[in-house]
């Protein structure tokens, strides 16, 4: 019994989830952005296209265009890697 209590133990810690993951998205660089996975690039695509949106337009998400406006993103960091990510989400997600 004592065995399954500490095999009980060792699974729950192991299963504890990892640490949040915290990005400044006005201090990171358009390399620090491309470095993440492709997950956290459709996360914080989506974030930084709702910031830029204004609260006059619909809450809607367009799917093909969040993916144009990301290719279009990650085209332009992949060739300026030190401009800043916030610079560079103006240019292609602002107004």
């Known amino acids: 019994m ?3 209590g ?3 133990v060792a699974a729950l810690l192991l299963a504890a989830p990892a ?3 915290v990005v400044d ?3 990171i660089s358009c390399k620090d952005f491309l470095a993440n996975s492709k997950d956290n690039i ?3 695509t989506m ?3 709702g910031y830029y949106t204004g609260d006059d337009e619909p809450a809607v998400v367009n799917f093909e265009k969040m ?5 279009k993103l990650s085209e332009f960091c992949a060739k300026n890697p030190t401009v800043g990510l916030a610079t560079a989400a103006e240019q ?3 107004k």
């Open 2 to 4: 004592k065995t399954f």
């Open 6 to 8: 500490t095999a009980l």
């Open 19 to 21: 640490p949040a993951q």
């Open 25 to 27: 998205l006005a201090a």
């Open 42 to 44: 459709g996360l914080i």
């Open 47 to 49: 974030w930084l296209d």
């Open 67 to 71: 993916k144009e406006k990301g290719a």
């Open 92 to 94: 292609f997600l602002g």
